[in-house]
């Protein structure tokens, strides 16, 4: 049964990642249709916002419980992951964003050590030295950055929002009244969903490019499809798959099976939108995938408690009445 649960946990964690990994592909589309970027996050989190308010009403009582993680969830690892990231696609390859993206988990490391000061592992050290390697690759930082700068800067945004990600969801986990990741999830929509319509001022969308078509390549594709893809494909369906996933299996396998997500995304980035990689920043993808595993699935090593060995016992003479 405990194999058996293991493989359903794998099987959601890599569904998972697949559903994430189309979210780039179907919003690409409509920004270039004339959606502004702050407006594509806006409708893809108020979306998932809308559909999982059953589950906030549910878990209501952790408004009263858990507070600022609900906030802090909200506000970064929700809008700031999708504000930054979908910012960063409008201007760079949506396979070298999502890579930028990426760099979350060595960018985790980097906070543990120096700013938790705790100590991490020489194995997750190498993998955070390795993701950077890899960056350098895929902005080909040898040829003067041909990427858009400001597109590398706010992919590099979206890769500290999503280090954060892993902060706050660790927070409470061990704790007797650790708090359910869905209802967590639902609230940080409902919170992101408020955040960002202060920054995106949703009144200004201009819904006639939802009204028409988009165009994917060599394919026209009604925008309400796509839409409807990036909010109940790529985010509930996707967040909650990678739940149970995590459920299932350990954060940290289930972290490495997410870095998928970004192979995901440039194959179908490939296939559907004809963006094409160079040979160093395919090698770079890999090296920054293969840090990110490196990272991710290193472990600090476990502290042995020796106990201390009982005083020997001395026998003692009768002593006489």
């Known amino acids: 049964m405990q194999a058996s649960g293991k493989n359903a946990g794998l099987g959601l964690a890599l569904v998972s990642a697949c559903a994430f990994g189309g979210s780039g592909v179907a919003a690409k589309p409509l920004i270039e249709a004339g959606l502004d970027p702050l407006h594509m996050v806006w409708l893809r989190v108020a979306g998932a916002a809308l559909v999982l308010s059953p589950l906030a009403w549910r878990h209501r009582a952790l408004v009263r419980r858990k507070p600022l993680l609900l906030a802090g969830f909200g506000l970064v690892a929700v809008a700031g992951v999708q504000a930054f990231y979908f910012a960063s696609l409008s201007r760079i390859p949506v396979g070298v964003a999502l890579l930028l993206e990426y760099l979350g988990p060595a960018l985790l490391l980097g906070y543990i050590r120096f700013v938790q000061r705790k100590p991490v592992t020489r194995a997750a050290a190498a993998g955070a030295a390795v993701a950077v390697a890899g960056l350098a690759c895929v902005v080909e930082i040898w040829a003067g950055l041909r990427l858009d700068a400001f597109g590398v800067l706010l992919g590099l945004a979206a890769a500290c929002c ?27 929509m409902i919170v992101g969903a408020l955040v960002m319509t202060v920054i995106a001022r949703p009144w200004q969308i201009d819904w006639q490019v939802l009204g028409g078509y988009a165009a994917m390549g060599d394919l026209r594709v009604p925008a309400l499809a796509l839409l409807g893809w990036v909010v109940l494909v790529a985010t ?9 996933s995590v459920r299932k299996l350990s954060p940290q396998v289930a972290g490495v099976v997410a870095c998928l997500e970004a192979v995901v995304a440039t194959v179908l980035a490939w296939v559907l939108l004809g963006e094409q990689l160079s040979g160093p920043q395919v090698l770079g993808g890999a090296l920054v ?33």
């Open 162 to 188: 999503q280090a954060f990600y892993f902060v706050f969801a660790d927070q409470g986990a061990d704790a007797e009244d650790a708090p359910d990741p869905l209802g967590v999830i639902a609230h940080g």
């Open 236 to 244: 509930v369906f996707a967040y909650l798959t990678g739940v149970v």
């Open 289 to 321: 995938l293969g840090g990110a595993f490196i990272a991710q699935s290193s472990r600090p090593a476990p502290v042995v408690v020796q106990e201390a060995p009982l005083p020997a016992v001395q026998d003692r003479e009768p002593t006489s009445a």
